[in-house]
């Protein structure tokens, strides 16, 4: 079973368009996250949820919106795609401050 | 200033050599240090973390972490090519999991 799973794995989409990415984990963790992955590789945390409570809220464009509905899922809205959110986007899920859980990431094309 | 900084690489070296990678940290407050291996097109996945200052080993691999010297390194003996990957340095202060990441450094250990 996978332990932290996101979908999908590859979105291409316009300019302009509004997408979700969904994240799901079954390891009974109470934290969750979102990161971004740029081209270079730089790994950087955008938002973090606490037993659906929204805890660490990066600088992140408002275009960008978590919505937690459950402790077992955080997924990511995205309004107004725009060429530089193009990246691997990943989410996360750790019960303790020192090991975190990373899906397989999605990787965003905005065209 | 990034709070964290990694030695960039890439880093190519012959099977059976030892590999030294690096991070230097500017945040007094970090107490746990990481360090993630990140396969091609996967998630990363935490390798070791160690808690304050100290040296922890597990098989092949060895952390270290001089807070003196916000330095820390990971050291892999007896490399193999498996260990080709993108190592990612990271470290949090222990407060609601949030983790500051190195900008990663490429591995390739050819056989």
């Known amino acids: 079973d996978t332990a932290v799973s996101q979908t999908p794995k590859y979105l291409v989409t316009q300019m302009g368009n509004d997408k979700s990415i969904k994240c799901e984990q079954n390891?009974?963790?109470?934290?969750m996250y979102w990161y971004k992955q740029d081209s270079k590789k730089f790994l950087k945390i955008m938002f973090s949820?606490?037993?659906?409570?929204?805890?660490i809220n990066e600088t992140v464009p408002n275009r960008f919106s978590p919505k937690s509905p459950d402790k077992a899922h955080l997924n990511l809205h995205i309004n107004s795609l725009e060429l530089g959110d193009s990246a691997v986007y990943f989410c996360?899920?750790?019960?303790?401050?020192?090991?975190?859980?990373f899906g397989q990431g999605t990787r965003l094309t905005v065209v | 200033q990034k709070e964290v900084e990694q030695d960039p690489g890439p880093l190519s070296v012959p099977e059976g050599a030892i590999v030294s990678l690096n991070c230097t940290y500017s945040n007094s407050a970090f107490q746990y240090f990481m360090w993630y291996r990140q396969y091609s097109r996967k998630g990363p996945e935490l390798l070791m973390y160690t808690y304050s200052s100290g040296n922890k080993e597990d098989g092949r691999f060895t952390a270290q972490v001089d807070k003196s010297s916000k330095y820390i390194s990971l050291f892999i003996r007896d490399s193999q090519p498996s260990d080709s990957a993108t190592y990612l340095c990271?470290?949090?202060?222990?407060?609601?999991?949030?983790?500051?990441f190195g900008d990663g450094t490429t591995l390739t250990v050819k056989p």
């Open positions: 996360a899920s750790s019960l303790t401050d020192t090991e975190a859980f």
């Open positions: 949820y606490n037993n659906k409570e929204l805890i």
């Open positions: 990271a470290m949090s202060e222990g407060n609601a999991g949030k983790s500051t």
């Open positions: 390891l009974g963790h109470d934290t």
